[in-house]
């Protein structure tokens, strides 16, 4: 961690060696993050001082003036703001709570690692429940699931696809070698032009 | 059986070498293991797994029974592997033999690789045969997501062997089509892949074999199989019908198969016998005569068991001048010396007839293939007309199609598979236009009247030679021997005899093994019915099953932020949870007992450092949030005054222990929880459970926070020292930070850090928290800063014997699932004056009983004894029976005492200190001393100092 | 192995929830036999059982299921306020 990136040394190694022009994985932007809860009566207050009309539905993401705010549960919001910007964030949001809410910062809870290229389905179906069809997972949705056996957020950020995952820190090198396995594996499929979803191509049959 | 010159869908220009029981063979590419064994002249292809009798291939397909194979991988073998539908490739090497249906696996790990995929979609069609296929392209051009999985090396199914043609094409030109519009149009289309196991709620395994080429698999690093875990709207059975034997003597013979497979092998593979009889009960069977006699194979008959045929195909037959030995039935066969059928005898209305055959085609009719609808318990019903099973009502957003549907013909089948798929569709809302359907081009045929013929009755009456599964070497006589000891539900007569218990759950015997039950016992077939069928479908390697989930893809192996900083002192590292702490960190030529001797003593003597940040760390927070933890805490949490902490503990309803851990109270409505590691997330669900459910009303807002802070404890008579040094800012004398206060300030120029006096050594001692990554910061300054106060770190396992000295406990290690607070020694604190959860229970009388399992202190009387966990405690070692008193939860070699002591539960032990009991270690026993827990300074003076 | 559909997330493979038995309230009072029914006992019936499961790798959310524990079908799952879910 000493070069300044969030992941060890050997997961950036591990990383880059498996990532090729249709699946790449990278560290993604860091970011200070704030858990906003707020009862319903509070979640309007909210929003209008964020000059939002209402804060995101469930599973979606919206980008406001505090950085991307993430649904996260009924009464949770997760956003992902500046670093070092939580300490103006949490000012802006709290007085707006009353009692009816907290804020709280959760700063280094969650890294962000970031996957791109058009064969990222294939590697995140790999390891990821989700139905991640074009068709139903569309840019500004986020879920939270599993890859593997640990909760991760997931959230579409453009039809790249570009994927962001938030993982908690002492998860990543788990979830990097996953991910980094299904790229492996994404890879031999192109390079072998082998069918495994409508959505990569080439596509051809093997036997 | 023979390789024609000409014919089949096999390249005879691209050779393919490989090795069967250590024979170098020649087939060719489009060849199975199973047809290249037959093309290169291998019909005894092994003996069968209790009787020793040669065997050979039976069918081309599923219905496979006997010619199973354990072929070698790179680095690995592969057990039962089924010859019918392995493609062959370049190198293969396969072992046969007497192991054949047994299968054995090598030491070793296997380093194949093998995927797991997860699918979605809106029709899931399981089977490409003409309804499957139907089916999906109907559904593809309605803009659906499809899938198609087939288990077989190509698309196709019943149409690959019949001549049929369709739209206008032939069969296997239409399939070909079919598949490529498939493809082009976006559906997945997977070969060589099984349906295995039906999941609730429309879901499906599919496992995959991608690999077919080994060349490929291990140039381009694709996997040998996939498991692909597939969910759907709409699910439509297309599975197809297998066809079903006939019971008769020595009808296990190399040379024996189903007229299915004989049409296959010659159509696709282009494989012939020299002579070919046939014995059908039904119409269909006549193909496979017509078939041989049109590309130029003897026929020397068709034995059928009915009076002459009306049908279409019978008709055929008699104007091609074929023999038709009507009434009549193969009773019995003979074999050359290696075991290869030679003759049958023909049975009929005038006697009986040996006649010379090296290939017999036999059919007993077709039967729907329903093991994915009996999974889930679907229901069926026997159709007489069958004489086999057929669907009764397909579950919940599932449609049975085709053959499996009793859809017997390709016309019915084509028009059944776009039916279901209509139905699928507007299931899922989809509405499809028109009413198109592909049609076969040939005119329905005629059928003569059927009947049903399950066995031949041996003329010898010895039907210990009369097979009904092949695979179990079940034999009629078993079923005798069954029905004879009583047995009559045809579940016990399955276990009894172990029919339809092989690799292919009997699926060729099972309707034979219930309707021959039911002759024997006298009962209607429909009453007697057939064994049910259970996931998975098909034998999966366990490979597969565990996929890419290996070595640090198996479990997550937490590591903190500190990780690499034990890692530079030397650490050993042990699994806790899911983390991985640090140990111990031993100095060159150590021993376990010495860098724990040396590490506790300098806790006790010095000062220590030691990573607690895997400890769970939670926020509460919120106008009720004191009321909330009054309720969960079994002590006054709710009278801890701001900048103060309590240790506390919650219970369960019942008064067990849940876990125990320090409640900080930061400012009025503000709290931070901590957790011990095994229970950090356990907690936190505990708590939005009782929010959620309970008191929804509650103002309260529960965050996990264990991975916001890393926190190292400063413990040891000169922790003080350092801390000051860390901290120049922070009043650090007892009067202004004493036991149980907290602070924050900046530590090591770390801003905003909290500092705890709290204690898990006994020691003074301080737990520093800051933000996740700036723990090696603190870790760092520690060590340096405090190098001539004697700072040592150390590890779990001398935080382990600190602890047990001073009779701290781990709930879950020193209490059992039942153990109250008063039984771990907490009962100081629960509150007298408020309710919380477990209160209720606590207070029955049974919780406070004297007799319980209470925990104690327990000392080795022999200084080199030590004392393991979980070894039970007895009163005396010679004892028989022995009573169990209780047993120890935690031992420790104690370097501040000197000898081995450790926590006990034992029943009734608070009155029992003093009392010897005996550890049951060694033939002899160990001796122990019942103490109190307390091993160690037992005011307390070291921590409060 | 079910697929579950999560009032506020939608359809999620069963991987994603725990399970949490029967869903019982608390009674502020009572007498000692009932408290014993309340600890202790639990229907199990063989046909549609209400139970209650949480959303653990999801959106945290506990809510009401009715299963049917001999078919594993699952009749219908709400929100613990008894709203529809939205998803």
């Known amino acids: 961690m000493a070069d300044g990136s969030p992941l060890a040394a050997h997961l950036g190694a591990l990383i880059s060696k498996a990532s090729f022009d249709d699946a790449r994985l990278t560290p993604g932007a860091r970011v200070d993050l704030l858990s906003v809860r707020a009862r319903r009566s509070a979640v309007q207050r909210v929003a209008t001082a964020l000059g939002q009309e209402s804060l995101p539905p469930p599973n979606a993401c919206r980008a406001t003036i505090l950085g991307d705010c993430f649904w996260l549960r009924p009464d949770e919001w997760l956003f992902a703001t500046v670093p070092g910007g939580a300490e103006a964030a949490m000012k802006t949001v709290e007085p707006h709570l009353l009692d009816d809410g907290a804020v709280i910062d959760v700063s280094g809870s969650r890294i962000i690692l970031e996957l791109t290229g058009p064969r990222t389905r294939d590697v995140l179906s790999s390891c990821c429940p989700l139905d991640l069809d074009p068709s139903v997972f569309e840019p500004g949705r986020c879920a939270q699931s599993i890859i593997g056996k640990v909760s991760v957020l997931l959230h579409l950020v453009d039809a790249t696809p570009r994927w962001h995952l938030f993982v908690p820190p002492s998860y990543v090198d788990y979830v990097v070698r996953w991910l980094a396995d299904g790229i492996e594996g994404a890879r031999a499929e192109q390079e072998n032009a082998l069918a495994t979803t409508p959505h990569s191509s080439p596509v051809r049959m093997l036997p | 059986m023979r390789r024609l010159p000409a014919g089949g869908d096999i390249d005879r220009s691209r050779p393919l070498r490989f090795r069967y029981d250590g024979r170098a063979l020649t087939g060719f590419t489009g060849d199975t293991l199973a047809s290249a064994l037959l093309g290169a002249g291998v019909d005894v292809i092994g003996t069968s797994v209790s009787l020793g009798r040669p065997r050979g291939i039976i069918s081309a397909g599923l219905e496979e029974s006997s010619g199973f194979a354990q072929v070698a991988r790179a680095g690995a073998t592969e057990p039962l592997v089924r010859m019918s539908t392995l493609p062959l490739y370049a190198g293969l090497e396969a072992e046969g033999g007497s192991r054949i249906v047994k299968g054995y696996l090598r030491d070793g790990p296997d380093d194949g690789r093998f995927d797991k995929r997860f699918a979605h979609c809106d029709l899931l069609v399981v089977g490409a045969g003409p309804a499957g296929l139907a089916a999906a392209l109907l559904a593809s051009r309605a803009g659906a997501r499809v899938m198609l999985v087939e288990a077989d090396v190509v698309a196709g199914g019943a149409l690959l062997r019949d001549a049929d043609t369709v739209d206008g094409q032939p069969a296997a030109a239409w399939v070909s089509n079919a598949s490529a519009t498939l493809h082009n149009s976006g559906t997945l289309v997977l070969t060589s892949a099984t349906a295995a196991v039906a999941l609730d709620q429309n879901g499906m395994i599919v496992a995959q074999r991608i690999g077919a080429n080994r060349a490929v698999s291990e140039a381009g690093g694709l996997p040998e199989q996939r498991l692909w875990h597939v969910r759907a709207r709409a699910i439509i059975l297309a599975t197809g019908a297998l066809e079903r034997p006939i019971v008769f003597q020595d009808n296990d013979r190399p040379g024996i198969m189903l007229t299915g497979a004989a049409r296959a092998y010659l159509r696709r593979f282009a494989l012939a016998p020299d002579r070919g009889l046939v014995f059908t009960a039904t119409d269909d069977g006549y193909r496979a005569a017509l078939d041989w006699h049109a590309a130029g194979v003897v026929v020397p008959g068709i034995v059928d068991p009915r009076a002459a045929s009306t049908g279409d195909l019978p008709a055929r037959a008699r104007a091609a001048g074929l023999r038709l030995f009507a009434e009549s039935v193969v009773e019995g066969t003979s074999a050359d010396g290696s075991g290869r059928l030679c003759t049958a005898r023909v049975r009929g209305p005038r006697g009986v007839v040996e006649v010379e055959c090296d290939v017999l085609a036999v059919s007993g009719g077709f039967e729907p293939t329903l093991g994915l609808h009996q999974q889930l318990r679907g229901a069926t019903r026997y159709d007489a007309r069958l004489g086999a099973a057929v669907p009764a009502t397909p579950l919940p957003g599932q449609w049975i199609a085709g053959a499996a549907n009793g859809c017997m013909t390709t016309r019915d089948a084509l028009a059944d598979g776009a039916r279901a798929a209509r139905e699928a569709l507007r299931s899922c809302g989809i509405d499809v236009p028109g009413t198109a359907c592909p049609t076969p081009e040939s005119p329905a045929l005629l059928e003569g009247a059927h009947e049903v013929i399950w066995r031949v009755v041996a003329p010898d009456g010895d039907e210990s030679r009369s097979f009904v599964d092949l695979h179990r070497d079940t034999t009629v006589s078993g079923l005798v021997r069954a029905v004879g000891a009583g047995i009559g539900h045809i579940e016990h007569v399955k276990r009894y005899t172990l029919v339809g218990t092989g690799v292919e759950q009997g699926r060729s015997a099972k309707t034979n093994a219930g309707a021959i039950t039911a002759s024997l016992t006298g009962r209607p077939v429909a009453d007697v019915g057939t064994s049910g069928s259970r996931p998975p479908t098909e034998p999966l390697t366990f490979r597969i099953l565990s996929g890419r989930a290996q070595g640090p893809m198996y479990e997550p192996v937490r590591t903190t932020a500190l990780h690499e900083s034990h890692a530079a002192l030397g650490a050993i590292f042990e699994p806790a949870a899911q983390w991985m702490r640090a140990s111990r960190y031993p100095r060159a030529g150590e021993t376990l007992r010495e860098t724990v001797h040396r590490e506790s003593l300098a806790v006790r003597g010095a000062v220590g450092i030691v990573d607690v940040s895997t400890l769970g760390k939670i926020d509460v927070r919120g106008p009720d949030a004191t009321w909330f933890l009054d309720r969960l805490y079994a002590n006054d949490v709710g009278r801890v005054a701001v900048g103060k902490a309590r240790y506390s503990a919650l219970c369960h309803l019942d008064g067990s222990l849940l876990d125990d851990g320090v409640v900080i109270r930061i400012a009025e409505q503000r709290y931070f929880v901590t957790t011990s590691t095994g229970h950090a997330a356990t907690v936190v669900e505990w708590m939005e459970e009782w929010l959620q459910t309970e008191w929804p009303e509650r103002r309260v807002w529960v965050t996990p926070v264990t991975e916001r802070f890393s926190t190292i404890a400063i413990a040891g008579p000169t922790a003080r020292a350092l801390v000051a040094r860390l901290a120049p800012a922070m009043e650090v004398g007892n009067a202004e930070f004493p036991f149980l206060a907290v602070r924050h300030g900046t530590v090591a120029g770390v801003e905003g850090a909290q500092v705890a006096r709290v204690s898990f050594s006994g020691e003074l001692a301080y737990e520093v928290s800051v933000p996740w990554a700036l723990g090696p910061i603190i870790w760092r300054a520690a060590l340096t800063q405090g190098e001539d106060l004697g700072v040592t770190p150390y590890g779990l396992d001398t935080l382990q014997a600190l602890r047990i000295e001073k009779g701290y406990i781990i709930v879950g290690q020193d209490t059992e699932a039942l153990s109250t607070p008063y039984d771990a020694g907490l009962g100081w604190m629960i509150s007298a004056k408020k309710d919380f959860v477990g209160r209720r229970t606590l207070d029955r009388r049974a919780s406070q009983r004297d007799g319980r399992q209470q925990l104690v202190g327990i000392a080795a009387a022999d200084r080199e004894t030590c004392l393991v966990e979980g070894c039970a405690l007895v009163r005396a070692p010679g004892e028989s029976p022995q009573s169990i008193e209780g047993h120890i939860t935690s031992g420790c070699w104690s370097a501040t005492l000197g000898r081995h002591v450790g926590l006990a539960l034992v029943a009734g032990g608070r009155r029992r200190h003093g009392e010897t009991l005996y550890a049951t270690l060694g033939d002899s026993g160990a001796q122990v001393t019942v103490v109190d827990p307390v091993h160690y300074d037992a005011v307390g003076a070291r921590r409060d100092g | ?87």
């Open chain 3, 1 to 87: 192995m079910l697929l579950i559909t999560c009032p506020w997330c939608g359809a999620r493979e069963e991987t994603e929830f725990r399970h949490g038995g029967e869903g019982v309230r608390v009674p502020p009072d009572g007498d000692d036999p009932g408290w014993t029914r309340l600890l202790y006992y639990r229907e199990n019936p063989a046909g549609p059982y209400a139970e209650r499961w949480v959303h653990v790798h999801g959106c945290r959310q506990w809510f009401h299921v009715v299963r049917d524990t001999t078919t594993h079908q699952i009749l219908s799952t709400r929100r613990l306020d008894g709203q529809e879910g939205a998803a």
